[in-house]
């Protein structure tokens, strides 16, 4: 506690009201952001004698002022503390990983509706089903419509521009509404019915499509009734595939939490429509040991849980937990947010129960599964340090390992990337790509000067200083002695210790378990042996810094491929580019064109088609 700061005094001042709390450290970091429904009651909590968890009590030393806020209401300190923790993402508080938003499934709101996955922010002119739980959830969805109601999938750019059915028309998947070969008033009852599958009516789905193939074959419309059964058949089967099917209308969120081997775990199911579209595991950072007594209440997870997942996000009329939240406010928050009532269910029976009890299942074995990769991590990186003589400062966990990799085409769009192993895992929100300049093009030595120079050279300096470095326990170059070399140069020109380098290059028929371990001195390469560990982890780390590499390239690539082909054609200018993407939906359907599609768009001639066609091919 800084010595400026009266803490007896403060405290004394403190109003017995509800409101938010900042524990404020060294240079003005948040540490700790907390609500209460008595300020003075609240913080003064934390500085008795005894202190209910370690995590806590180490975070009170670090407190050189607090902050607070007085607010009209529990419920509005609730939702302040959930704004300050997404904007400060306080090291103490229980964070959850800030994950992509959730996907949806998605039908246009044009006279020929269309079906997609959509992520991002919703609008009125469509209408959206989900959340869902993953990608593959939707993407599964979406071919349960396209075999039971033929709705197409392209965009409007292409649906606008078809002259003739595509692929998909010919297998079944999509009515062709682009060609007119169904008209807009039977399409739209396909999407009506879609929509109606979607929001919990299967059985009312299937009763009609039932009485339109008989009536169908009643008329000797055979080939139009035999269309009518395959539908039939689709819906049958995804639904008697789906055993948590409730055959109502129901949206309901399932919460479990569950504590095991000091991790604990969130799992989230869903039901939408009806329909269980399946669950998503969460396991919240800066959580004290779980199964300790000094460990967060269930409810304190929960309320944490929620006020990070359902922030802006679709909340259901009903949801079932396992555990009560640490705060009724909560619920009154919920409310608010859903502007509509939220039923909390604890104690359910039936198939509701079969569902909570499902969800606690599923955590139970999602943390038995972590702790089983987290294990084996721990062994590999323990085997690592072993091998090369790393402490990683004392801690394995706090051993930091970065792996530098090299990638073009043919010496087009070079790019390096690095990639970050601390804490017995992949650190994805610290890699980095950096763009290759100035270097000729397939110079990988000049590339991996270039890049160790920019990473490392402002950190070497701060080093000198006495500063704070963050410099890696490990730097892993993906080649032989020649990369090994421009890197043991760099490293002593900008003053660092060349033993940092280790070189990973391929064995023979560059196979996986043969690599070498070169180094930058005297010592002779290390062949480790496929059954090892720490070649194990090795092989983890430089081919993740590989796939990162691969595809910052190709998205380069791509994007300069894309801006420039059109405008290198002489003739082509801005408007002519404009109407042939309009026409056929972007580069990819233009090269896909014939050289009489091409000169079918306005202000293309047959020769200027012609070229456009062997430039892209």
Known sequence: MSAQFDLKAFLAQLPHLPGVYRMIGAGGAVLYVGKARDLRKRVSSYFQKTSSSPRIALMVEQVERIDTTVTRSEAEALLLESNLIKSEQPRYNILFRDDKSYPYLKISGHHFSRISYYRGAVDRKSQYFGPYPSAWAVKETIQVLQKAFRLRTCQDSVFANRSRPCLLHQIQRCSAPCVQIIDAEQYAKDVSDAVRFLRGGHAQVIQD??????????????????????????????????????????????????????????????????????????????VAEADGNDGETTGEILEAFCLQHYDGGFVPPLIIASAEPDSPALLEWLHKSAGRPVQWLLRVNGQRRQWLQMAEQNAQLAIARLLAEEGSQRSRTRALAEVLGLDGGGSLAELRIECFDISHTMGEATQASCVVYQDHAMQASQYRRFNIEGVTGGDDYGAMRQVLTRRYGKLAEQAQEGQGTGLPDLVLIDGGKGQVEIARQVFEEIGLDPQLLVGVAKGDDRKVGLETLVFPDERAPLLLGRDSAALMLIAQIRDEAHRFAITGMRAKRAKARNSSTLEEIEGIGPRRRQRLLARFGGLRGIMSASVEDLASVEGISRTLAEEIYRRLH
């Open 209 to 286: 499509l039932e009485h339109q193939m008989l009536q169908a074959s009643s008329e000797l419309r055979f080939e139009e009734a035999a269309a009518f059964r395959n539908r039939i058949s689709a819906l049958s089967r995804v639904l008697s595939q789906q055993a948590m099917d409730t055959g109502s209308d129901i949206d309901v969120d399932i919460i479990a939490v569950v504590a095991r081997g000091g991790r604990i775990c969130v799992n989230l199911a869903l039901v939408r429509g009806g329909r269980h579209l399946g669950d998503k595991a969460y396991f919240p950072r800066h």
